[in-house]
């Protein structure tokens, strides 16, 4: 089992959709949540990092982790266009050391 | 966050030689992080580079393959040294915190290198 797992996609969704995009971890340890947008050919941008369980919304965007579960969620409110791109997330057992990847999850928004 | 730059932004090398990744950062940082980005997986970490010390390597990842020079604490170059195919990736240049904020969590990265052996 890898330590963090994403479904790749491609999901493709109608413009103005909820988007709702996952991760499942399978260590414990993990206190540190992040998500990152990445457009092709482009590097990774930061969108959320959150600390443990809970939820942290900026914009049109939220963040939810379940550390219970070993789950974490990026919702998109209102998705657009310019939200296509690979959405990755990491996490990490301590603060700014050792953050491990998610494969990613591409994502379409349709006009 | 930090403007982090990298050169050359895409390549395309021949079997068993070498490349030179630059990566310049507009503030002084204390961890650069270099991480490989093979198509379509995972990021993952080869070293971290610290101002005035040897690189530390993940396991998978070795000095004499991926020499990492970091000489002060703007800018960081990691050589991937006799290539081949399998080494045709993108490399990122990343650091942790916000400048004027230390040790924030917060990892950013460059736009990347895109490289192809051949």
């Known amino acids: 089992q890898k330590e963090v797992e994403q479904d790749p996609g491609p999901l493709s969704v109608p413009e103005g959709a909820i988007v709702s995009l996952n991760c499942t971890y399978s260590?414990?340890?993990?206190?540190?949540f992040m998500w990152y947008r990445q457009y092709s050919r482009k590097g990774p941008e930061l969108l959320m990092y959150?600390?443990?369980?809970g939820n942290k919304e900026d914009g049109r965007f939220t963040a939810q982790v379940d550390k219970s579960s070993k789950y974490i969620s990026l919702f998109i409110r209102d998705s657009q266009p310019s939200d296509s791109a690979t959405y990755l997330c990491?996490?990490?057992?301590?603060?700014?050391?050792?953050?491990?990847f998610g494969p990613g999850t591409r994502l379409s928004v349709l006009p | 966050s930090a403007v982090i730059s990298q050169k050359p932004s895409r390549d395309i090398c021949q079997r068993g030689t070498s490349l030179t990744i630059q990566c310049q950062v507009d503030?002084?940082?204390?961890?650069m992080f270099w991480y490989r980005q093979q198509p379509g997986q995972s990021l993952t970490l080869i070293a971290t580079?610290?101002?005035?010390?040897?690189?530390?390597?993940e396991s998978g990842f070795v000095i004499d393959k991926f020499p990492i020079s970091r000489p002060n604490l703007t800018f960081s170059t990691l050589t991937v040294s006799n290539m081949s195919p399998e080494d045709s990736s993108i490399y990122l240049c990343?650091?942790?915190?916000?400048?004027?904020?230390?040790?924030?969590?917060?990892?950013?990265f460059g736009e990347g290198s895109r490289l192809t052996v051949l």
């Open positions: 990491a996490m990490s057992e301590r603060h700014g050391q050792n953050f491990v």
């Open positions: 959150t600390y443990s369980s």
């Open positions: 260590n414990s340890a993990f206190q540190y």
């Open positions: 503030s002084q940082v204390t961890m």
């Open positions: 580079a610290n101002q005035g010390s040897e690189a530390t390597y």
């Open positions: 990343s650091v942790e915190g916000v400048p004027g904020l230390t040790n924030t969590g917060e990892l950013f």
